[in-house]
Protein backbone atom coordinates (compact mmCIF):
# COMPACT_ATOMS: atom_id res chain seq x y z
CA UNK A 1 0.00 0.00 0.00
CA UNK A 2 1.68 3.51 -0.81
CA UNK A 3 2.06 6.18 1.83
CA UNK A 4 0.85 9.75 1.28
CA UNK A 5 1.44 12.84 2.96
CA UNK A 6 -0.33 14.28 5.55
CA UNK A 7 -1.85 17.24 4.64
CA UNK A 8 -2.12 18.19 0.48
CA UNK A 9 -3.41 21.53 -1.14
CA UNK A 10 -4.63 22.68 -4.88
CA UNK A 11 -1.51 23.69 -6.14
CA UNK A 12 -3.27 26.31 -8.60
CA UNK A 13 -1.90 24.68 -11.65
CA UNK A 14 -4.52 22.90 -13.64
CA UNK A 15 -1.81 19.83 -14.66
CA UNK A 16 -0.38 19.27 -11.37
CA UNK A 17 -3.61 19.21 -9.09
CA UNK A 18 -2.56 18.52 -5.40
CA UNK A 19 0.81 18.86 -3.52
CA UNK A 20 1.96 18.38 -0.66
CA UNK A 21 0.92 21.06 1.86
CA UNK A 22 4.84 22.07 2.58
CA UNK A 23 5.34 21.68 -1.19
CA UNK A 24 5.80 25.33 -3.42
CA UNK A 25 5.38 25.73 -7.38
CA UNK A 26 7.34 27.71 -9.26
CA UNK A 27 7.81 28.38 -12.91
CA UNK A 28 10.60 26.84 -14.86
CA UNK A 29 12.44 30.26 -15.79
CA UNK A 30 12.34 31.23 -12.76
CA UNK A 31 14.54 27.91 -11.59
CA UNK A 32 16.27 27.63 -14.68
CA UNK A 33 18.67 29.98 -17.23
CA UNK A 34 17.66 29.25 -20.91
CA UNK A 35 21.37 28.81 -22.12
CA UNK A 36 21.82 29.90 -25.73
CA UNK A 37 26.10 30.08 -25.44
CA UNK A 38 26.86 29.38 -29.02
CA UNK A 39 29.65 27.37 -29.85
CA UNK A 40 31.84 30.45 -31.43
CA UNK A 41 34.72 30.03 -31.48
CA UNK A 42 34.92 26.71 -31.30
CA UNK A 43 34.90 24.92 -27.75
CA UNK A 44 34.10 21.85 -28.42
CA UNK A 45 33.99 19.22 -31.70
CA UNK A 46 32.35 16.32 -29.33
CA UNK A 47 28.51 17.07 -30.63
CA UNK A 48 25.79 15.45 -28.46
CA UNK A 49 22.67 13.62 -29.62
CA UNK A 50 19.37 13.47 -27.80
CA UNK A 51 16.85 10.30 -28.21
CA UNK A 52 13.48 9.28 -26.38
CA UNK A 53 14.90 6.32 -25.48
CA UNK A 54 18.54 6.91 -24.62
CA UNK A 55 18.40 10.77 -23.50
CA UNK A 56 21.46 12.44 -24.33
CA UNK A 57 24.53 10.43 -25.91
CA UNK A 58 27.54 11.45 -27.60
CA UNK A 59 26.97 11.65 -31.17
CA UNK A 60 30.09 9.93 -31.97
CA UNK A 61 28.61 6.72 -30.33
CA UNK A 62 25.41 6.76 -32.23
CA UNK A 63 23.70 3.47 -33.44
CA UNK A 64 21.60 5.56 -35.91
CA UNK A 65 21.52 8.19 -39.04
CA UNK A 66 18.64 10.21 -37.62
CA UNK A 67 20.23 12.85 -35.81
CA UNK A 68 22.18 14.56 -38.74
CA UNK A 69 24.83 17.82 -38.05
CA UNK A 70 26.35 20.06 -40.40
CA UNK A 71 30.05 19.91 -40.51
CA UNK A 72 30.14 23.22 -39.08
CA UNK A 73 29.57 23.45 -35.77
CA UNK A 74 29.99 27.31 -34.73
CA UNK A 75 26.46 27.89 -34.25
CA UNK A 76 25.84 25.15 -32.34
CA UNK A 77 24.46 25.47 -28.41
CA UNK A 78 27.02 24.31 -25.73
CA UNK A 79 25.66 21.98 -22.78
CA UNK A 80 27.46 21.36 -19.97
CA UNK A 81 27.42 18.43 -18.03
CA UNK A 82 24.20 18.59 -15.64
CA UNK A 83 22.44 20.61 -18.11
CA UNK A 84 18.98 19.93 -19.30
CA UNK A 85 18.48 19.51 -23.24
CA UNK A 86 15.03 19.16 -24.32
CA UNK A 87 14.27 18.94 -28.60
CA UNK A 88 12.05 22.12 -29.07
CA UNK A 89 10.06 19.85 -31.20
CA UNK A 90 9.80 16.28 -29.73
CA UNK A 91 9.52 17.14 -26.58
CA UNK A 92 6.17 16.21 -26.34
CA UNK A 93 7.09 12.49 -27.04
CA UNK A 94 9.53 12.43 -24.17
CA UNK A 95 13.00 13.88 -25.81
CA UNK A 96 14.04 15.76 -23.07
CA UNK A 97 17.24 14.31 -21.10
CA UNK A 98 20.32 15.32 -18.76
CA UNK A 99 23.33 15.76 -20.23
CA UNK A 100 26.27 13.56 -18.93
CA UNK A 101 28.79 15.43 -21.22
CA UNK A 102 30.43 18.70 -22.27
CA UNK A 103 29.34 18.85 -26.14
CA UNK A 104 27.15 21.22 -28.60
CA UNK A 105 23.82 20.21 -29.69
CA UNK A 106 21.54 21.66 -32.49
CA UNK A 107 20.33 25.16 -32.36
CA UNK A 108 16.41 23.36 -32.34
CA UNK A 109 17.16 22.47 -28.93
CA UNK A 110 16.66 24.20 -25.33
CA UNK A 111 19.31 24.28 -23.00
CA UNK A 112 18.52 25.03 -19.23
CA UNK A 113 20.20 24.82 -16.19
CA UNK A 114 19.64 25.52 -12.75
CA UNK A 115 20.02 28.89 -11.07
CA UNK A 116 20.65 27.49 -8.12
CA UNK A 117 22.10 24.86 -7.91
CA UNK A 118 21.63 23.78 -4.21
CA UNK A 119 18.53 21.96 -6.28
CA UNK A 120 18.93 18.53 -7.55
CA UNK A 121 18.57 18.09 -10.99
CA UNK A 122 18.12 14.53 -11.28
CA UNK A 123 14.48 15.90 -10.04
CA UNK A 124 13.87 17.76 -12.68
CA UNK A 125 15.33 15.73 -15.06
CA UNK A 126 12.51 13.04 -14.00
CA UNK A 127 10.02 15.41 -13.40
CA UNK A 128 10.17 17.47 -17.02
CA UNK A 129 9.93 14.31 -19.04
CA UNK A 130 6.65 12.83 -17.44
CA UNK A 131 3.51 12.47 -19.19
CA UNK A 132 1.53 14.71 -17.31
CA UNK A 133 3.58 17.58 -18.38
CA UNK A 134 4.28 16.44 -22.13
CA UNK A 135 0.76 16.75 -22.30
CA UNK A 136 0.82 20.49 -21.25
CA UNK A 137 3.97 20.97 -23.95
CA UNK A 138 1.61 19.51 -26.45
CA UNK A 139 -0.91 21.98 -25.45
CA UNK A 140 1.80 24.98 -25.86
CA UNK A 141 3.03 23.27 -29.12
CA UNK A 142 2.82 25.72 -32.48
CA UNK A 143 2.96 24.36 -35.87
CA UNK A 144 2.05 20.49 -37.47
CA UNK A 145 4.25 18.43 -39.86
CA UNK A 146 4.03 14.65 -40.27
CA UNK A 147 7.36 13.39 -41.26
CA UNK A 148 7.34 9.81 -43.44
CA UNK A 149 10.93 8.96 -42.66
CA UNK A 150 11.07 6.73 -45.83
CA UNK A 151 10.79 3.60 -43.64
CA UNK A 152 7.55 3.06 -43.20
CA UNK A 153 7.57 4.73 -40.13
CA UNK A 154 5.48 8.01 -39.41
CA UNK A 155 7.32 10.49 -37.18
CA UNK A 156 4.40 11.44 -34.40
CA UNK A 157 3.28 15.20 -35.83
CA UNK A 158 6.01 17.59 -34.34
CA UNK A 159 4.87 20.56 -32.44
CA UNK A 160 7.50 23.04 -31.66
CA UNK A 161 6.79 24.36 -28.31
CA UNK A 162 8.26 27.80 -27.93
CA UNK A 163 10.40 29.00 -24.96
CA UNK A 164 8.46 31.83 -23.27
CA UNK A 165 5.86 29.08 -23.20
CA UNK A 166 7.55 25.95 -21.96
CA UNK A 167 9.36 28.51 -19.31
CA UNK A 168 5.80 29.77 -17.46
CA UNK A 169 5.03 26.57 -17.24
CA UNK A 170 4.45 25.93 -12.99
CA UNK A 171 6.21 22.86 -11.15
CA UNK A 172 6.60 21.90 -8.29
CA UNK A 173 9.56 22.37 -5.79
CA UNK A 174 9.69 20.27 -3.07
CA UNK A 175 12.45 20.71 -0.49
CA UNK A 176 15.99 19.77 -1.18
CA UNK A 177 16.04 16.93 1.23
CA UNK A 178 12.96 15.55 0.09
CA UNK A 179 14.54 16.06 -3.75
CA UNK A 180 17.49 13.66 -3.21
CA UNK A 181 14.86 11.02 -1.23
CA UNK A 182 12.40 11.04 -4.34
CA UNK A 183 15.55 10.27 -6.10
CA UNK A 184 17.17 7.92 -4.43
CA UNK A 185 13.28 6.20 -4.40
CA UNK A 186 12.91 6.48 -7.92
CA UNK A 187 16.68 4.96 -8.68
CA UNK A 188 16.17 2.09 -6.88
CA UNK A 189 12.42 1.14 -8.13
CA UNK A 190 13.23 1.68 -11.63
CA UNK A 191 16.55 -0.35 -11.58
CA UNK A 192 14.48 -3.10 -10.54
CA UNK A 193 11.72 -2.28 -13.18
CA UNK A 194 14.34 -2.00 -16.08
CA UNK A 195 16.02 -5.44 -15.26
CA UNK A 196 13.00 -6.85 -15.12
CA UNK A 197 12.68 -4.98 -18.86
CA UNK A 198 15.54 -6.22 -19.77
CA UNK A 199 15.19 -9.77 -19.22
CA UNK A 200 11.78 -9.43 -20.98
CA UNK A 201 13.51 -7.93 -24.09
CA UNK A 202 16.36 -10.50 -24.28
CA UNK A 203 13.23 -12.81 -24.35
CA UNK A 204 11.76 -11.35 -27.46
CA UNK A 205 15.04 -11.17 -28.96
CA UNK A 206 16.06 -14.28 -28.69
CA UNK A 207 12.78 -15.71 -30.32
CA UNK A 208 12.89 -13.04 -33.05
CA UNK A 209 16.38 -15.06 -34.03
CA UNK A 210 14.85 -18.49 -33.80
CA UNK A 211 12.22 -17.09 -36.05
CA UNK A 212 14.64 -16.10 -38.33
CA UNK A 213 16.94 -19.30 -38.36
CA UNK A 214 13.36 -21.02 -39.04
CA UNK A 215 12.76 -18.58 -41.94
CA UNK A 216 16.20 -18.95 -43.05
CA UNK A 217 16.75 -22.54 -43.28
CA UNK A 218 13.62 -23.66 -44.57
CA UNK A 219 14.05 -20.89 -47.43
CA UNK A 220 17.24 -21.83 -48.12
CA UNK A 221 17.87 -25.57 -47.62
CA UNK A 222 14.17 -26.95 -47.58
CA UNK A 223 12.33 -29.04 -45.52
CA UNK A 224 14.44 -32.21 -46.02
CA UNK A 225 17.50 -32.40 -44.24
CA UNK A 226 18.53 -35.12 -45.61
CA UNK A 227 18.32 -33.95 -49.04
CA UNK A 228 21.34 -34.04 -51.28
CA UNK A 229 23.12 -30.37 -51.43
CA UNK A 230 24.93 -28.78 -54.52
CA UNK A 231 27.60 -25.84 -54.22
CA UNK A 232 26.23 -22.78 -55.63
CA UNK A 233 29.62 -19.97 -55.68
CA UNK A 234 27.39 -17.54 -54.10
CA UNK A 235 28.44 -15.69 -50.83
CA UNK A 236 25.58 -15.10 -49.54
CA UNK A 237 23.98 -18.95 -50.42
CA UNK A 238 26.79 -21.21 -50.29
CA UNK A 239 24.51 -24.21 -51.60
CA UNK A 240 21.13 -25.32 -51.75
CA UNK A 241 19.28 -28.60 -52.07
CA UNK A 242 20.53 -30.16 -55.59
CA UNK A 243 17.26 -30.54 -57.17
CA UNK A 244 16.21 -26.77 -56.72
CA UNK A 245 17.20 -23.97 -59.44
CA UNK A 246 18.79 -20.48 -59.20
CA UNK A 247 17.68 -18.11 -61.44
CA UNK A 248 18.63 -14.41 -61.66
CA UNK A 249 15.67 -12.14 -60.67
CA UNK A 250 15.01 -10.45 -63.63
CA UNK A 251 13.64 -13.51 -65.06
CA UNK A 252 11.29 -14.30 -62.28
CA UNK A 253 10.13 -10.46 -61.99
CA UNK A 254 8.92 -7.16 -63.77
CA UNK A 255 9.56 -3.93 -62.50
CA UNK A 256 6.30 -1.72 -62.05
CA UNK A 257 6.84 2.06 -62.90
CA UNK A 258 2.66 2.91 -63.25
CA UNK A 259 2.15 6.67 -61.88
CA UNK A 260 -0.43 8.93 -62.80
CA UNK A 261 -3.10 6.93 -60.13
CA UNK A 262 -4.02 9.78 -58.24
CA UNK A 263 -7.18 8.84 -57.01
CA UNK A 264 -5.44 5.64 -55.24
CA UNK A 265 -5.25 5.67 -51.67
CA UNK A 266 -1.90 6.55 -50.32
CA UNK A 267 0.60 3.29 -48.76
CA UNK A 268 3.19 2.84 -46.20
CA UNK A 269 5.98 0.30 -46.45
CA UNK A 270 6.72 -1.53 -43.02
CA UNK A 271 8.88 -3.45 -41.64
CA UNK A 272 6.39 -5.36 -39.54
CA UNK A 273 3.38 -5.48 -41.77
CA UNK A 274 4.71 -5.29 -45.11
CA UNK A 275 3.07 -2.91 -47.48
CA UNK A 276 -0.34 -1.14 -45.85
CA UNK A 277 -2.94 1.66 -46.23
CA UNK A 278 -1.18 4.16 -44.83
CA UNK A 279 -4.84 4.49 -42.62
CA UNK A 280 -4.09 1.27 -41.41
CA UNK A 281 -0.49 2.33 -39.87
CA UNK A 282 -1.66 2.72 -36.45
CA UNK A 283 -3.86 6.12 -37.65
CA UNK A 284 -0.81 7.79 -38.48
CA UNK A 285 -1.54 9.10 -41.79
CA UNK A 286 1.15 11.47 -43.67
CA UNK A 287 -1.14 14.75 -45.95
CA UNK A 288 0.09 14.79 -49.41
CA UNK A 289 -1.00 18.02 -50.85
CA UNK A 290 0.49 17.63 -54.17
CA UNK A 291 2.35 15.37 -56.74
CA UNK A 292 -0.23 12.55 -56.21
CA UNK A 293 0.57 11.93 -60.08
CA UNK A 294 3.82 11.49 -59.84
CA UNK A 295 3.50 8.47 -56.95
CA UNK A 296 4.28 5.05 -58.05
CA UNK A 297 1.45 2.46 -58.06
CA UNK A 298 1.39 -0.66 -56.01
CA UNK A 299 -0.77 -3.77 -56.58
CA UNK A 300 -1.71 -6.86 -54.27
CA UNK A 301 1.07 -9.01 -54.43
CA UNK A 302 3.76 -6.44 -55.67
CA UNK A 303 7.17 -6.50 -53.41
CA UNK A 304 8.01 -2.71 -52.51
CA UNK A 305 12.24 -1.85 -52.05
CA UNK A 306 12.13 0.93 -49.56
CA UNK A 307 14.26 2.90 -47.87
CA UNK A 308 15.66 0.68 -44.72
CA UNK A 309 15.27 -2.57 -47.07
CA UNK A 310 18.83 -3.23 -46.61
CA UNK A 311 18.15 -3.81 -42.77
CA UNK A 312 14.77 -5.14 -43.00
CA UNK A 313 14.58 -6.89 -46.22
CA UNK A 314 11.73 -6.13 -48.76
CA UNK A 315 8.20 -6.11 -48.30
CA UNK A 316 5.07 -7.33 -49.86
CA UNK A 317 2.07 -5.51 -50.89
CA UNK A 318 -1.01 -6.95 -48.49
CA UNK A 319 -3.40 -3.09 -50.48
CA UNK A 320 -3.38 -1.97 -53.83
CA UNK A 321 -1.97 2.09 -53.39
CA UNK A 322 0.33 4.89 -54.38
CA UNK A 323 3.64 5.09 -52.82
CA UNK A 324 6.93 7.15 -53.02
CA UNK A 325 8.51 7.28 -56.35
CA UNK A 326 11.85 6.45 -54.59
CA UNK A 327 11.23 3.51 -54.15
CA UNK A 328 11.34 0.13 -56.69
CA UNK A 329 8.03 -1.78 -56.96
CA UNK A 330 8.11 -5.06 -59.07
CA UNK A 331 6.23 -8.30 -59.30
CA UNK A 332 6.25 -11.79 -60.09
CA UNK A 333 5.62 -13.37 -63.45
CA UNK A 334 3.96 -15.88 -61.78
CA UNK A 335 2.02 -15.04 -58.99
CA UNK A 336 1.21 -18.31 -57.37
CA UNK A 337 5.15 -18.18 -56.18
CA UNK A 338 4.77 -14.86 -54.45
CA UNK A 339 4.46 -16.34 -50.48
CA UNK A 340 7.70 -18.15 -50.67
CA UNK A 341 9.09 -15.12 -52.14
CA UNK A 342 8.03 -12.97 -49.31
CA UNK A 343 9.41 -15.17 -46.87
CA UNK A 344 13.40 -15.43 -48.76
CA UNK A 345 13.12 -11.66 -48.90
CA UNK A 346 12.94 -11.29 -45.28
CA UNK A 347 15.30 -13.55 -44.42
CA UNK A 348 18.91 -12.90 -43.03
CA UNK A 349 20.64 -14.22 -45.82
CA UNK A 350 18.71 -12.30 -48.62
CA UNK A 351 19.22 -9.27 -46.30
CA UNK A 352 22.92 -9.52 -46.46
CA UNK A 353 22.69 -9.90 -50.31
CA UNK A 354 20.64 -6.65 -50.67
CA UNK A 355 23.83 -4.87 -47.95
CA UNK A 356 26.07 -5.38 -51.42
CA UNK A 357 23.36 -3.25 -53.67
CA UNK A 358 23.49 -0.29 -51.96
CA UNK A 359 24.46 3.01 -53.21
CA UNK A 360 24.31 6.23 -51.09
CA UNK A 361 26.78 6.76 -47.98
CA UNK A 362 24.11 9.09 -45.98
CA UNK A 363 20.23 8.68 -44.63
CA UNK A 364 18.02 7.76 -47.56
CA UNK A 365 20.62 5.16 -48.78
CA UNK A 366 19.08 3.10 -51.55
CA UNK A 367 19.29 -0.28 -53.40
CA UNK A 368 19.92 -0.27 -56.75
CA UNK A 369 17.57 -2.71 -58.28
CA UNK A 370 19.39 -2.76 -61.94
CA UNK A 371 22.24 -4.83 -60.21
CA UNK A 372 20.08 -6.40 -57.32
CA UNK A 373 18.16 -8.20 -60.06
CA UNK A 374 21.08 -9.64 -62.09
CA UNK A 375 21.55 -11.79 -58.82
CA UNK A 376 20.58 -15.43 -59.21
CA UNK A 377 17.70 -16.63 -55.94
CA UNK A 378 17.11 -20.01 -55.20
CA UNK A 379 13.94 -21.40 -57.15
CA UNK A 380 12.52 -24.45 -55.46
CA UNK A 381 9.70 -26.49 -57.24
CA UNK A 382 5.70 -25.11 -56.64
CA UNK A 383 4.72 -27.91 -54.45
CA UNK A 384 8.15 -27.48 -52.23
CA UNK A 385 7.17 -23.93 -51.92
CA UNK A 386 3.44 -24.37 -50.44
CA UNK A 387 5.11 -26.82 -48.25
CA UNK A 388 7.88 -25.02 -46.89
CA UNK A 389 5.53 -21.78 -46.53
CA UNK A 390 2.95 -24.13 -44.68
CA UNK A 391 5.48 -25.10 -42.22
CA UNK A 392 6.84 -21.55 -41.80
CA UNK A 393 3.42 -20.05 -41.05
CA UNK A 394 2.92 -23.10 -38.46
CA UNK A 395 6.36 -22.23 -36.67
CA UNK A 396 6.44 -18.77 -36.44
CA UNK A 397 2.68 -18.07 -35.84
CA UNK A 398 3.29 -19.97 -31.85
CA UNK A 399 6.85 -17.46 -31.99
CA UNK A 400 4.40 -14.64 -32.75
CA UNK A 401 1.97 -15.52 -30.07
CA UNK A 402 4.67 -15.34 -27.32
CA UNK A 403 6.54 -12.58 -28.40
CA UNK A 404 3.02 -10.63 -28.59
CA UNK A 405 2.53 -11.82 -25.15
CA UNK A 406 5.80 -10.70 -23.89
CA UNK A 407 5.64 -7.34 -25.40
CA UNK A 408 2.08 -6.88 -23.90
CA UNK A 409 3.83 -7.26 -20.81
CA UNK A 410 6.43 -5.03 -21.52
CA UNK A 411 4.43 -2.64 -22.31
CA UNK A 412 2.29 -2.29 -18.82
CA UNK A 413 5.69 -2.87 -16.97
CA UNK A 414 6.74 0.78 -18.65
CA UNK A 415 3.12 1.79 -18.34
CA UNK A 416 3.06 0.99 -14.41
CA UNK A 417 7.00 2.95 -13.96
CA UNK A 418 5.61 6.33 -15.97
CA UNK A 419 2.99 6.24 -13.27
CA UNK A 420 5.04 5.38 -10.49
CA UNK A 421 8.12 8.18 -11.41
CA UNK A 422 4.84 10.75 -12.10
CA UNK A 423 3.48 10.06 -8.88
CA UNK A 424 6.44 10.23 -7.11
CA UNK A 425 7.96 13.68 -8.39
CA UNK A 426 4.05 15.35 -8.16
CA UNK A 427 4.25 14.26 -4.12
CA UNK A 428 0.91 11.46 -4.98
CA UNK A 429 3.24 9.10 -3.26
CA UNK A 430 5.55 9.95 -0.22
CA UNK A 431 8.73 8.13 -0.28
CA UNK A 432 10.71 9.74 2.65
Known sequence: MTQRYDTYKDSGVQWLGEIPGHWNCVRIKALFLNIREKNNPIQTEERLSLSIDKGVTLYSEKTTNLDRFKEDCSQYLLAQEDDIVLNSMNMIVGAVGKSKYFGCVSPAYYVIRLRDTSNYIDYYSQLLNIQKIRDVYRIMGKGIMAIDRGDGKVNTCRLKVPYDSFGS??????PLSEQHSIVSYLDDKCGKIDKMLEGKQKQIELLAEMKQRIIADAVTRGLNPEVKMKATNIPWLPEIPEHWELRKMKYLFRERNEKNHPAEPMLSATQTHGVILQSKYSGRVVVVNTGFEGLKLVKVGDFVIHLRSFQGGIELAHDQGII??????FSLNDSTQSDYFRYLFKSIPFIDLLKT?????????????AKLKQNRIPLPPLDEQRAIVSYITDKTSKIDTLTLKLQKEIDSIKEYKQRLISDVVTGQIKVC
Not at 169 to 174: D, E, R, T, V, Y
Not at 324 to 329: D, E, G, K
Open 324 to 329: SPAYTV
Open 169 to 174: IKIPLP
Open 357 to 369: CVTGIREGQNINY
